[in-house]
């Protein structure tokens, strides 16, 4: 068992708040408050200031939901995107990535998580019913999908589809196959399986 | 190549401060500032709170430059302590460690680093001449070299003892050997073969 002694009662609570974030323990947060510790006064009280407006100036997109610097968010907000297309993700992180990939010009819908009856999850705690509105009172033509290929996001998957069977709107999800640039001995069979049952024809 | 849009300016500058934290990239970055998102506001308040008084607050004892809360810290002030030996240590984590063990009940004097020359670190950097003055004025009888039993650690150790050899003062360093608990084919073989050599009494 280890007792601590911490020599400063700042350095303890320093160490305890680091402590709280996931995946650091308190030997980690002893080391990131000693890097700390070595920097400028003014760069550390920076870092200070920016947690404290973090939660005081983040806004959500009324749209889409995402985190954004102002009531509409910077994509909701761009003209030249295609506002017939919605793509639908679990977070902010998705997002990104999908923005990542410069290969989507719609606009996104985030739920802010998936339906996960373990963790507590119902549809009514994510943004559902704004989507089911957006569709209903925009000129939606496609949701796209864009959900984490696991059992609760294909449950996610599945309620938003039978929500929005009345809509007139076409439902896709992303393509799911083998990963491109990966050996094919390591896909699992499930992925394979489905990758040959949808194949697609060949192009170059 | 990863081109990471934020959608916000507050969030930007919160991942660029975690991710500047060592062995932190930027998507732990975050991964740590969507986590302070879900939280309360006082509680992440609380956090910037503290890394602003941390740099202000914190002080560094005046005898053995240990991080304090007061001018001399609680392990120098406290007159039960063993004032005749002096255990130098590289920093305030070494401290705690061996405080950890309970096995020691008399000063530390923190060197604040070892001596790195590939690190730009020299014996000018490090509070060695603080130890020296303290050997020459206190009642000094031993001192215990607790540094780190690398090559930079050794360097330091020959340095302080070089320094020191015109006091009248017993030197010793940690005892070196196999590691309790451990199975003796993982111990390396420099170990091992230093623990041939200064091989002990057996006492139960």
Do not use: W
Request: hydrophobic share 35%; net charge negative.
């Amino acid at each position: 068992m280890n007792i601590l002694h911490y020599p400063s009662s700042i350095l303890e609570d320093a160490v305890n708040e680091f402590a709280k974030l996931p995946g650091v323990g308190r030997k980690t947060a002893l080391r990131l408050v000693l890097h700390l510790l070595r920097q400028d006064k003014e760069d550390v009280e920076n870092f200070g200031n920016v947690l404290i407006r973090l939660k005081n100036e983040i806004l959500y997109c009324k749209m889409c939901h995402n985190i954004s610097d102002s009531e509409v968010c910077l994509i909701c907000g761009d003209e030249t995107r295609d506002s017939q297309t919605i793509c639908v993700v679990e977070n902010i992180k998705d997002v990104m990535s999908v923005e990542n990939t410069q290969q989507y010009k719609g606009l996104y819908h985030v739920l802010g998580g998936i339906i996960s009856p373990m963790d507590g999850i119902g549809p009514g705690d994510l943004e559902i019913e704004s989507l089911i509105s957006r569709v209903k009172s925009e000129p939606v033509k496609e949701i796209i999908l864009a959900l984490s290929p696991t059992m609760e996001g294909d449950t996610t998957n599945y309620y938003i589809y039978r929500k929005l069977s009345e809509c007139n709107v076409v439902i896709s999800t992303l393509a799911r196959g083998v990963s491109i640039g990966n050996e094919l001995e390591y896909a699992d069979e499930i992925t394979l399986g489905r990758s040959i049952l949808n194949r697609t024809p060949f192009a170059q």
